[in-house]
């Protein structure tokens, strides 16, 4: 139950997401529809149909679809009546990345698949909805441009499984991989943190 409401939180904040990518680009309301439906179902698709799920997610439960069409109307209302700050963006980004991040990993983890599968899964869930939203509205990638991303998702999974490796009940656990994730996030666009860059000699 707990990983239920989780995703379909996940799929709410991803939607928002996508609707406020929609309108820094300038779409009408059916475009931020699309683009907020695109951002929040992509991961979880990839996931389902990688781990032989089906149907997917959203096709099994139309709770999922519901959630988006509110979560996108929300935006439209919210962003009518307050500016539209470009860290929002980021924002909704980092916590639906965090949540779908976790929640793909359990799902993969729930077939009992080796733990460097459950990262694997779980980075892709988490990145394919946002790597299509900033496609879609012709912006540079955030997972190749803005800092710690990816590695944001390995990071948070890989303490979600070494904290339940500890004796850490799976609730707690979770909570922790998606605040680690959250918080490197947000360290990778507003404190400049990131990776080692790979030059080249000239």
């Not at 990638?141 to 004796?167: D, K, V």
């Amino acid at each position: 139950m707990l990983l239920y409401v989780l995703d379909l939180a996940g799929v709410a904040v991803f939607a928002v997401s996508g609707a406020l990518a929609a309108g820094h680009a300038g779409l009408d309301w059916l475009g931020v529809v699309v683009i907020a439906s695109v951002t929040a179902v992509g991961g979880g698709t990839l996931r389902d149909l990688l781990l032989d799920r089906h149907p997917v997610f959203w096709i099994r439960d139309t709770r999922y679809v519901y959630m988006i069409l509110a979560a996108a109307a929300f935006t439209i209302a919210w962003v009518h009546w307050m500016p539209l700050h470009e860290h929002l963006l980021a924002v909704a980004d980092a916590l639906g990345l965090g949540l779908f991040v976790i929640a793909g990993a359990q799902v993969a983890e729930e077939r009992r698949l080796p733990a460097v599968i459950v990262i694997l899964v779980g980075t892709m869930t988490g990145a394919a909805g946002g790597l299509l939203r900033d496609v879609f509205t012709a912006r540079v990638p955030l997972l190749l441009s803005s800092g710690i991303y990816g590695s944001a998702a390995i990071a948070g999974i890989a303490a979600y499984l070494l904290l339940q490796a500890a004796g850490t009940p799976r609730r707690w656990a979770f909570h922790a991989g998606v605040l680690l994730i959250v918080a490197l996030r947000m360290g990778g666009i507003y404190g400049g943190w990131h990776l080692p860059v790979l030059r080249l000699p000239a």
